[in-house]
C-alpha cells in the first residue's frame, strides 16, 4: 500500500499503432506542447485529454492519458475512462493491464476495484471454474486492499450478492460476517441484509461444518438448560435407536429447532453489530466532517486540513489504546481481532492515512506526519513514502525532499542523500536552503573540497543578485576561515564581494569579524584597514558608529601606541560631530535614561569575562517549513551577533577622564 509503481510515459507498441492511424491531429502537438511546458497546470492536462477525446485519436489518447496519469495518479475517473477505451477498441487485455496499473497507484479506490472486477465479468467465460476462481480472488484483493475504506459498501454487497449468484451461500455468510466488525457508512444495512440471509436459510446451508456444529451444541445446551437437565445426562439415559428429538427422521433438524438455531445466530450477529455500531459513532462526527474524500488540485480549507489532523491524531491514539476508559473497554480494545481486520490497530491507522494523501495528496505536512507514523514501523515503509511523496506528488516542493535527504542520511545512505538534493536543485534552481544543505552534507562527510566548491559557484552563479551574492560570500569565507583555516583566503572573498556591493553592512561586519579574530599583535593594521574601509562606504550613519566605536575598542584594547589609541578617539569625535548633536548624545551615552545608562555600564563591567555572542544554531534538518529564499537564514549573520564584542557597547564619555575633549 505504501509503494507505488511509476509507470513509463508511453504505452508499448504505440509508434506501430500511430503508423495505422496515421498523422496525429491537428492541434494535438500544441496542446501536448502547452501541457508539458507547464506540468502543474491541471487545465492544460485536461484541454489536451478532451480534446483527443473528441478527435476519437487512439494513439493520441494513450499518449495523453499515459503522461496524465503518471502526473495525476489519483484521477480514478481517468483510469476508469482510459480502461474503456481500450476495451471499446477490443483491447481486453490491455483494459485489464490499465486497470492494474491504477489500482497500484489508488489500491483504496472503492470505484476503481468494481469497474476492475465488472471489466473481468464482462470479458471471462464465466462457465471455466478457473474464471470463478479468479474473480473470488480478485474480490479478495479488493476488500483487503480497500475493505476498511469507510465507503467500501458497495464493495462488500457485490461481493456478497456474486457469491449468491454461484450458488455459494457460505461464503456469501463468511463475507457479511467479515463486514458486520468493519465500521462502514452503511453498516446498518449490511446486518439487515444479513438477518434476511440467515433467517431465509437453515443454518446448515449457510454456515460450515465447524461453525454447524458448535451452533447445534449451543441449541441443545439451550434446550436443556430450558429444562433443568444436563444434555449429557439426557444422551445417556435415552434408550438405544431413539433418535435426537432436534432431528427429524431423514436426519434434518426440526423446523423448531431451525428455528430456534437462527435465533441463536442473530443473537451472536447482534452483539457483534451493537460493538461495531459503537465504533461507528465514534467515527462518524470525523467522517461526515470530510466534504472531499477524493483527488482534486484545488486547494482544501483550513477547517477539512484540520479535521484530518484531528481524526489521524484520534485513530494513532486508538491504536495504542490512549483513549481513557472503562476498564471492561480497555481489555476488549487489547483483545486480538480475528482475521487481522479489528477495529482499530496499525492497518486501519494506515488506511486513514492513505485516505488522507488521496484528499491531501498536495499538501507536505501530511506526507511528513505519514513518514514519522512510519519510521516506528519500519525504515523501508518509511523510505517508501518518501519516494512517492516525492517523486509523485510533490516533485517541486522542496521541504519534502530536504526531509527525505535528511532520513537517507540517518540511515547512513549517504549517496542517495546526495542524489536527492542535486535532483532537487535541478529541479527548483536558485534556492539557497538547497544549496546549504548540500554544503552541509558535504562538510558532515568530511568532503570540503566539495563543500567549499559548491559554496564558490554559488558565489559565481549568484553575481546578478547582489544580495544573494553576498549572502553566499558570507557562507564561504566562514567555511574557510574556521574550517580550511585559510584566512588570506577567506578575507579575499569577502573584499570581493564588497567591491560589489560596498554598501552592504553584513559583509562589512564579517571582514571585521575576520580581522579581529586574528592576532592582534601582527592583525592591527588590517583591523584598521577595515574600519576606515567602512567609514568610506555608503553605510548608515548609525552603521559607521558602530564601526567607529568597535574601532576605537580594539585601539583601547590592542593598541601599541597610546597615539593610536588618542587617533581614533579623535577621529570618532569628529564623526559623531558631523553626523549631529542629537545623534552623538545618543551614541556617545549622554541621555537623560539612566536606567540605558546603568545597563551599558553593567555590560561593560563584565566585558572582560563575558564571552563573545555566539551565532544562533540553524534549525535542525526535520523542522517545520523552510522558506525558498534565503531570508530564513539571514539571522544567522544579522549585525546583533557580531554586536557581541562587550566593550564595543560603552558609553563613550568615559574617556573623556583620560583624553581633552576635542
Known amino acids: 500500500m505504501e509503494g507505488v509503481e511509476t509507470t513509463a510515459p508511453y504505452m508499448p507498441a504505440v509508434e506501430g499503432e500511430e503508423e495505422d492511424e496515421g498523422e496525429l491531429p491537428v492541434d494535438f502537438e500544441r496542446l501536448w506542447k502547452a501541457a508539458h511546458d507547464n506540468p502543474q497546470d491541471f487545465t492544460s492536462w485536461t484541454d489536451l485529454l478532451q480534446y483527443c477525446e473528441q478527435e476519437g485519436h487512439m494513439t493520441a489518447s494513450r499518449r495523453s492519458l499515459n503522461a496524465f496519469l503518471e502526473r495525476y495518479p489519483l484521477c480514478y475517473g481517468y483510469w476508469k475512462k482510459f480502461a474503456d477505451m481500450e476495451r471499446r477498441a477490443g483491447n481486453n487485455v490491455k483494459a485489464e493491464e490499465v486497470c492494474v496499473r491504477g489500482l497500484k497507484a489508488i489500491p483504496l479506490s472503492v470505484d476503481l476495484w468494481i469497474h476492475y472486477i465488472n471489466l473481468l465479468l464482462g470479458t471471462l467465460n464465466m462457465n471455466l471454474p478457473e474464471s470463478t476462481q479468479r474473480i473470488r ?47 462502514t457508512q452503511l453498516y446498518r444495512g449490511h446486518f439487515d441484509k444479513l438477518k434476511t440471509h440467515i433467517t431465509s436459510n437453515p443454518p446448515l446451508d449457510i454456515l460450515s461444518s465447524e461453525e454447524y456444529q458448535n451452533l447445534r451444541e449451543e441449541y441443545k445446551q439451550s434446550q436443556a438448560q430450558g429444562e433443568g437437565s444436563n444434555p449429557t445426562e439426557e444422551e445417556e439415559e435415552r434408550p438405544p435407536g431413539e433418535e435426537n428429538p432436534a432431528d427429524t427422521d431423514d436426519g434434518k433438524d426440526s423446523e423448531e429447532a431451525v428455528q430456534k438455531m437462527q435465533e441463536l445466530l442473530l443473537a451472536n450477529m447482534e452483539k457483534i453489530f451493537q460493538d461495531n455500531e459503537a465504533e461507528v459513532r465514534k467515527r462518524w462526527t470525523f467522517e461526515d466532517a470530510i466534504k472531499r474524500p ?52 496499525h492497518k486501519r491507522v494506515l488506511v486513514l492515512f492513505e485516505r488522507c494523501l488521496i484528499a491531501c495528496a498536495l499538501y507536505e505536512e501530511f506526507w511528513i506526519k505519514y513518514v514519522h507514523y512510519l519510521e516506528q514501523h519500519g525504515v523501508e515503509e518509511a523510505r517508501s513514502a518518501f519516494k512517492k511523496a516525492c517523486e509523485i506528488h510533490l516533485p517541486y516542493k522542496h521541504t519534502s525532499h530536504i526531509q527525505w535527504a535528511t532520513f537517507e542520511e540517518r540511515q547512513g545512505n549517504f549517496t542517495e542523500a546526495q542524489r536527492i538534493l542535486e535532483a532537487l536543485e535541478q529541479t527548483t534552481p536558485g534556492l539557497a536552503v538547497v544549496r546549504l544543505r548540500r554544503v552541509g552534507l558535504e562538510r558532515r562527510l568530511g568532503h570540503l573540497d566539495r563543500a567549499e566548491s559548491l559554496l564558490t559557484d554559488a558565489v559565481e552563479q549568484s553575481k546578478e543578485n547582489p544580495q544573494l551574492h553576498a549572502f553566499y560570500s558570507i557562507k564561504l569565507a566562514r567555511l574557510l576561515l574556521k574550517l580550511g583555516k585559510n584566512t588570506a583566503r577567506a578575507r579575499s572573498v569577502l573584499q570581493e ?115 563573545p555572542t555566539v551565532p544562533p544554531v540553524p534549525p535542525p534538518p526535520m523542522m517545520g517549513d523552510m522558506s525558498g529564499s534565503y531570508g530564513s537564514y539571514s539571522s544567522w549573520y544579522q549585525q546583533p551577533q557580531y554586536g557581541g564584542y562587550g566593550g564595543y557597547q560603552n558609553p563613550w564619555n568615559q574617556y573623556n577622564q583620560y583624553y581633552p575633549p576635542s
Open 137 to 183: 480472488s480478485v474480490f479478495e484483493e479488493a476488500v483487503d486492499a480497500a475493505g476498511m475504506e469507510w465507503h467500501s459498501d458497495r464493495l462488500w454487497d457485490l461481493y456478497a450478492e456474486w457469491e449468491k449468484e454461484q450458488g455459494n451461500l457460505k461464503a456469501m455468510t463468511v463475507v457479511y460476517d467479515r463486514i458486520l466488525k468493519m465500521p
Open 294 to 345: 477524493y483527488f482534486h488540485v484545488k486547494p482544501l480549507d483550513k477547517a477539512q486540513l484540520k479535521g484530518w489532523h484531528v481524526y489521524l491524531d484520534w485513530e494513532m491514539a486508538e491504536s495504542r489504546g490512549a483513549h481513557d476508559g472503562t476498564a471492561e473497554e480497555e481489555e476488549e480494545q487489547s483483545a486480538p481481532k480475528p482475521d487481522g481486520e479489528g477495529v482499530s490497530g
Open 497 to 611: 564581494a564588497i567591491e560589489l556591493s560596498p554598501d552592504n553592512s553584513k559583509l562589512h561586519l564579517n571582514l571585521l569579524e575576520l580581522e579581529v579574530s586574528g592576532d592582534p599583535r601582527t592583525n592591527g593594521a588590517g583591523v584598521q584597514q577595515c574600519i576606515s574601509r567602512a567609514l568610506e562606504a555608503p553605510l548608515s550613519p548609525r552603521t559607521k558608529i558602530l564601526f567607529s566605536q568597535r574601532g576605537l575598542q580594539f585601539a583601547e584594547d590592542f593598541g601599541t601606541t597610546i597615539q593610536s589609541v588618542l587617533t581614533m578617539y579623535e577621529d570618532h569625535q569628529k564623526l559623531l560631530k558631523e553626523i549631529g548633536p542629537k545623534k552623538r548624545g545618543a551614541e556617545n551615552g549622554d541621555s537623560d535614561d539612566q536606567e540605558k545608562v546603568s545597563r551599558t555600564d553593567d555590560s561593560s563591567a563584565g566585558a572582560q569575562t563575558a564571552p
